[in-house]
């Protein structure tokens, strides 16, 4: 605790353990007057318009808040249009493929598919067992015993 003497022989005491005088780290000015013994503490002042300040932080929030919104409705509606034409360009290409599988020989994709085992026989073994693993599966309705 340092003491200061003023020009009264006022004794001006800041900061100390057991004091008080001391917040969080701060120091508060007490005035002890050397005639009466009576610690007194300087009044402070609001800070002037501190609900108009508080006012303005409070729109300026509310309009970064709406600001923010904005630009994430703006992404959500980009995402949602991108969806839709991938969705849209995915369901053509399907509906153009099983257009061409109605056009096409049953007897025709049998003899196709004999070809391809021909040839590459160590795939057509895999998707030969992974089809009838699948199969297996959805017949049994995945239920284990």
């Not at 004794?11 to 050397?34: F, N, Q, S, W």
Request: no cysteine; net charge positive; glycine share 10%.
């Amino acid at each position: 605790m340092s003491q200061n003497r003023d020009r009264d022989d006022a004794v001006r005491t800041t900061g100390g353990a057991g004091t008080g005088a001391t917040d969080a780290g701060t120091t508060r000015d007490t005035t002890r007057d050397a005639t009466q013994g009576m610690t007194t503490t300087p009044p402070t002042t609001r800070a002037s318009g501190g609900a108009a300040s508080a006012t303005a932080q409070t729109q300026d929030l509310a309009a970064r808040a709406k600001d923010q919104a904005q630009v994430y409705g703006q992404k959500a509606t980009d995402a949602a249009q991108q969806a839709k034409d991938y969705i849209t360009d995915k369901a053509s290409m399907v509906g153009d493929k099983l257009k061409d599988l109605q056009n096409t020989d049953v007897r025709q994709v049998a003899e196709d598919a004999k070809q391809y085992a021909r040839q590459n026989p160590g795939q057509a073994l895999l998707v030969s067992a992974a089809a009838g693993f699948l199969l297996g599966i959805l017949l049994r309705g995945g239920k284990r015993r």
